[in-house]
């Protein structure tokens, strides 16, 4: 009896958990979803553009020719003056432009004016004296074909016309070396270009192979920089450079590379590029410092979108977002050419769609999206 009424007693609780379960939550009223809010974002249209793959590197400027003008000859530096073309004169100092063949200075030109006039009446002497032995000779040779004259006259005769010869011949090497030497004691500029240094004064003596004035060509001048060993493949001759320098700034100098090393240095494993620049106003001086760009691929009418509206691209493939009727849907793309802040997209964005460029971040797939300006997600 006591176990009936036990029986009982759990068939009651367990009706009344199941009642209580089924009007508590079986047949509790269905509740109505929330609708999701779409999200603010800023869009903008896919356009195509320009852009470059480029390279950073620096350098100094340097002139595409330097000359130490030398002197040849040793003596007193008698003038250091420059002969203008009205025929004026002119000092030789730093930054004097000059021309090629133009007179720099001159080094004791008296002194070889007279040696050239000495070696000149030498060679008159010795003219005359080789006319008469070998008028001497003729006559001797004549005389001993006839009997009249000896073999030894004869010799001595043959042998005072070669030596007059040959004293002739020495004269008219010391003639041409006078020649040299006065044209050598007239200094000229070997290049045109501007005088950047002038190693003496004038009064001073100097010997043979001391600098008496640098010279520099700066009607183009030259770079060369040094870039890594894996970019040695991607710049030729004739690659795009853009140059800045500090004292020029927001100015752009358009160059292109002259040439390039055949060998790279064995210490910093890097190939040394060669670039030169017209500088016709002599805008750029030899020891500036200069920031160069080397453009090493350009595209044109490629699809070209911000940087920072790509998203993944570490893990997974990069995607960006576009907008179709108020929804924003996911989208793959394959980046090619990167240029500071700007990506070119190669496939999977097209020119002309809407593309998010603020608000992304806060996306998925298939997102409801509100289009609003910057400002206004802000």
Known sequence: MRANKKVVYWAVVFVLVFVTFWFGYVHQPAQKPQEQSAVPVEVETVGVSSIEETMELTGWIKAEKTVDVKSKIP??????????????????EEGLAVRKAQQIALIDRDIYLAQLAAATANVKAAEVELADAEREKKRIIALYEGGSATEQSKDKAVTAAELAKARLNSAKAALELAEINLRESKLISPIDGIVTARHIDEGNLIKAGDTIVTVASMKTVKLIVAAAERY?????????????????????????????????????????????????????????????TLVTRRKDDV????????????????????????????????????????????????????????????????????????????
């Open 75 to 92: 003596g007193r530096v008698e003038s250091l003056q420059t002969v203008l073309d009205d025929g004026g004169l002119i000092a030789v």
């Open 232 to 292: 040695a493949g991607k710049i030729a001759v004739g690659t795009p450079v853009r140059i800045e320098v500090d004292a020029f700034a927001g100015r752009i100098f358009e160059a292109k590379v002259y040439s390039i090393y055949p060998v790279l240095d064995e210490q910093t494993h890097t190939v040394q590029v060669e670039i030169r620049i017209s500088n016709d106003e002599l805008l750029l001086k030899p020891g500036m410092f200069a920031s160069v």
């Open 303 to 378: 699809v070209v979108i911000p940087r920072d509206v790509v998203l993944g691209g570490k893990i997974d493939r990069p995607y960006v977002y576009v907008v179709e009727d108020g929804i924003a849907h996911k989208r793959f793309v394959d980046v090619g050419i990167t240029q500071a802040a700007r990506y070119e997209i190669t496939d999977g964005l097209k020119a002309g769609e809407t593309l998010v460029v603020n608000g992304m971040n806060y996306l998925t797939d298939t997102t409801a999206v509100e289009v609003v300006r910057m400002e206004d997600i802000k």
